[in-house]
């Protein structure tokens, strides 16, 4: 095992990510280091981005593209403590999607109290 991958695995278990976690994220280095045929460290940003856009280009599932972005973004982030644009924040809002949740027409106070002049439903203390 390389001295990079022993420390990503020391970071990670750190964080205290689960060990199918570490196992995935590793697994998404060694993705990387093996299209490159280079060791992760020795990458430059456009490299990463580049391998990251052939991911999509390839079509992977975004389960699977979102995993390997996330280790990639651990190694380079925590371990190797690169301050890189490609993994800041999103600059990009995305549109909100209306249809998620319909609005409720009245308050939830007033939707579980029973308006004033209505007979109660509960049965009269004897």
Request: with cysteine; glycine share 6%; net charge positive.
């Amino acid at each position: 095992m390389t001295p990079l991958r022993e420390r990503m695995i020391a970071d990670m278990t750190l964080a205290g990510l689960a060990a199918g976690t570490q196992s995935v994220y590793v697994q998404a280095v060694r993705g990387l280091a093996a299209h490159y045929r280079r060791s992760p460290d020795q990458l430059s940003e456009d490299d990463v981005r580049r391998y990251l856009l052939n991911l999509r280009e390839r079509g992977v599932a975004r389960g699977t593209f979102k995993t390997a972005h996330f280790g990639i973004r651990f190694l380079y982030c925590r371990t190797l403590e690169r301050d890189w644009p490609l993994f800041g924040k999103k600059r990009f809002v995305s549109p909100v999607r209306s249809d998620c949740r319909r609005p409720c027409p009245m308050p939830r106070s007033a939707a579980f109290s029973a308006p004033s002049g209505t007979p109660s439903t509960r049965r009269a203390s004897r």
